[in-house]
């Protein structure tokens, strides 16, 4: 009889998860994985990633028709209506799609869900569903919630004071939106509530969006982003609210001291960020600790300081998003199976689904001139021809290059399709490229990216269209 009921368990079915357990089979591994929630996909497809995208897509193409840009291309539509209930059933049918294609994928390699929330009660062995269940490598990707707002309590049913879940769902366009905390979530589900009408106000701690961004992008995307209506309460702290019949009256003061003051919303969005889940876990059982923030810490290869025991995704530090869970995933799975997995977390991609989009990977100039000196080229999206053409004139590229040796340290770009744009850079960055490896890289025109390439041109020397 095997020593263990499985070579590998993974606690958790969201990116990180599912990924880990489907790669760990690939490689000859019997894998379980515990998840419980009803659906696999984790928070990224059933409250995250693939909802807010379903909704953004749909409410931007709603936005065109309704704000004349469609008009403006020889579109004309003459009686256009929302019709919300059909936009949120394809949201979660797009949900549905996709997590249940999770579940065929665990079936086709063998993967066996084990249903219910998992603890551990000892060494290699761990509590689900009533059973408990052996084995000789436990991989914890238990993920995030919501982080919670002292003073602001979320009820989702009510629809009042939701956090980013309520959101997602909302069945009325409200009046008035408060978003509070300016990151990327309330931003997406800010622009989603706006283009369908509901007046968007950020109240945000700090005194700029997008925390953890380059500068100039920060300040780029807020000019974009007032000029398409959102308002700004910036420098400004949240200190309760109060559902009531007509609406919510939020209390707020400038962050710096000073008097306070009410904000009335019809519906107020709590987006300050989220927090690793490990309540329950019974991490004591087995002796792991957790770091000041809450999180679990491993080595590059994903092993935490109890042998047998890996973790990786939004419970581990570094960026919360769904591609670096992915890749973690794939990379303690290949460890486990004694290959070498490495994830570069240095050149993790960060996208912010807006229109336009904003992308980043690498330095941020900020930090790039404090690790020394660097050339910086940029290029605006205005005389990008494919952009102009297309009516889609915000924006810029920004290639960020050491002075010395010309390598990209970062790449920084607001152009309506960045987060694609992204791909190329963060490849050329991992095969370590100069700004002239970029620069001489021939580009298809007509195409948004040839803004990357005039970007680093402009590095060196000149770039054509400017
Ligand atoms: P999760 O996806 O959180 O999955 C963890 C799973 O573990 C959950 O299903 C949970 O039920 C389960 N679990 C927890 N504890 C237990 C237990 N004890 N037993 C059994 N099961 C357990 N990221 C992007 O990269 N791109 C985006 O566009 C993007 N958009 C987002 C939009 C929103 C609104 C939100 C909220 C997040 C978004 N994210 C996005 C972030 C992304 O969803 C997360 O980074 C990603 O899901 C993390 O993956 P994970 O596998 O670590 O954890």
Partial sequence: MAEYDYDVLVIGAGPGGYVAAIRAAQLGLKVACAESRETLGGTCLNVGCIPSKALLHASELYDEAANGTLAKLGVKIDKMSLDLPTMQGQRVDAVK?????????????????????????????????????TAKN?????????????????????????DSTGALELDKVPGHLVVVGGGVIGLELGSVWRRLGSKVTVVEYLDQILPGMDGEI????????????FEYRLGTKVTGAKAGKKGVTLTVEPAAGGAAETIEADVVLVSIGRRPNTDGLGLDKIGLELNKRGQIETDHEFATKVPGVWAIGDVIPGPMLAHKAEDEGIAV??????????????????VVYTKPEIAGVG??????????????????MMANSRAKTNHEPDGFVKVIADAETDKVLGVWIIAVPAGTMIAQVVQAMEFGASSEDIAYTCHA???HSEAIKE???????KPIHM
């Fill in 333 to 350: 799975a290949e460890n486990i199976a004694g290959l070498t997995g490495i994830v570069n977390h240095d050149l993790i991609p960060g």
């Fill in 363 to 380: 330095l941020t100039e900020e930090q790039a001139k404090e690790k020394g000196p660097i050339k910086v080229g940029k290029f605006p």
């Fill in 97 to 133: 799609g996709l997590t249940g294609g999770i579940e065929f994928l665990f079936k086709k390699n063998k993967v066996t869900w084990l249903k219910g929330l998992a603890s551990f009660t000892g060494a290699n062995t761990v509590a689900v569903g009533g059973e408990t269940v």
């Fill in 445 to 447: 025109h007509p195409t």
């Fill in 138 to 162: 436990i991989v914890i990707a238990t993920g995030s919630s919501v982080m919670p707002l002292p003073g602001v309590e979320v009820d989702n049913a009510g629809g009042q004071i939701v």
């Fill in 455 to 461: 970007a680093a041109m402009a590095v060196t020397g």
């Fill in 218 to 229: 920060r300040k780029e995307a807020n000019k974009i982003f007032k000029k398409q209506g």
